[in-house]
């Protein structure tokens, strides 16, 4: 019987490689996801200075993820062609004019512009879709849930931005605090460049990029794992981009008390990522990806009815993403799992896509629905405990999963 090339790194790879690339992989992943994100945690200024209503205000902060959602489908098949070594420095010095020119929009108090840039600014939300792939070739199939989730918590990215781009503004002022992340992307272009390396057991895959795309549509791997990451990461992107702004309109916090509570919020699901993937090396994705979604409909549904402050919201909301997170990391396991290792990096990419996608339009319909029904946003947070309810019984029930064999060196 034939046997295919092997798809998971041979004992020879050393673990210090492994963890290496891993490592520097997670940080460029974090520092772009800062970029990406550098506009919610100062909507509430933007709202200020701009006279902007709910809708605007919701367009402005979704607008970077678009991009981001969108271009990881291409940088998704170039990253199977060129890797990881390659496209992580491209994009992220990509990204560095972007932060200044939106740093230039906001000084001149343009709404228009503060659009125009940060679509383009969303290039940095790509950079997912070059990591995931890149990681697996570095860990053999029983690891990838790991490796996955750990690489995954560089979501953190939006932490840091919510928890310190208000802090900066204000220590350093709003121009430079730009610069200086400007200067953070610049110097991780250059540590990726000459420290990053591509796996060993990784081949270049120079299939044309537009069939590529359309092979991996027709897994239904690609098909079953956007829809469930289009909730689990959606949520999340939806919640780091708006909570800030949710929070003052609900709670009354101002802009530093509204970030840091975000922030919160970001590194529990950052926590909750690569336990979601370490678990599912353990009991199966599909479990990780059930419990995700039962936590996030009845936490959803808790928050619709605004708890009271400090500790009931904060508990909800910080529990809330950390089954958000758990579900990311969960969803990325599966990948690894069923889909071909010469199409990950195309399927990482469509799947990324939903799931960026997924954390656009809810700021919109959180904008919209503002005071529909429910008092505040409670109607949109209603809207996703009922999503979370039918992505439970899909991944139940939905996904059969038919896991591909590992090739036998």
Partial sequence: MSRTAPTAPP??????????????????????????NLIGPLAVRYTEQMGLSSSQKALLVATPVLVGAVGRIPVGALT????????????????????????LAGNLKSFPLMLLFGFFLGIAGT????????????????RRGFATGVFGAGMGGTAL???????????????????????LLIATAALCWTAM?????????????????KAALKLPVTWQMSLLYAVAFGGFVAFSTYLPTLLKDVYSFDLTAA????????IAAVVARPIGGALSDRIGPRAVVAISMAGTAVLAAVLAFEPPLELPAGAAFVSIAFFLGLGTGGVFAWVARLAPPERVGSVT?????????????????????????????????????????????????GVKEARRREAVA
Avoid at 11 to 36: M, Y
């Fill in 11 to 36: 004992p020879s790879v050393g673990l210090s490689g492994q963890g290496k690339n891993l490592a520097l992989a997670t940080w460029a992943f974090a520092i772009t996801f800062w970029a990406w």
């Fill in 80 to 103: 199977d062609r060129y890797g990881g070594r390659t496209m992580f420095p491209i994009l992220t010095l990509v990204t560095v004019p972007f932060v200044l020119l939106v740093a």
């Fill in 127 to 142: 950079t997912f879709a070059v990591g995931v792939p890149f990681v697996n070739a570095w860990y053999q199939a029983d």
């Fill in 161 to 183: 931005s919510s928890a310190l781009t208000p802090r900066m503004v204000t220590w350093f002022g709003y121009t430079l605090t730009h610069i200086i992340i400007a200067l």
């Fill in 197 to 213: 390396r591509n796996s060993p057991v990784w081949k270049p895959n120079t299939d044309p990029v537009v069939p590529k795309l």
């Fill in 259 to 266: 970030g840091t509570r975000t922030a919160g919020f970001a």
């Fill in 349 to 397: 990419g469509l799947v990324g896509a939903a799931g960026g996608l997924g954390g656009y339009f809810p700021p919109l319909v959180l904008g919209a629905t503002y005071g529909k029904v429910f008092e505040h946003y409670g109607f949109g947070l209603m809207l996703l405990c009922l999503v979370a309810v039918a992505a439970l019984v899909f991944a139940l029930v």
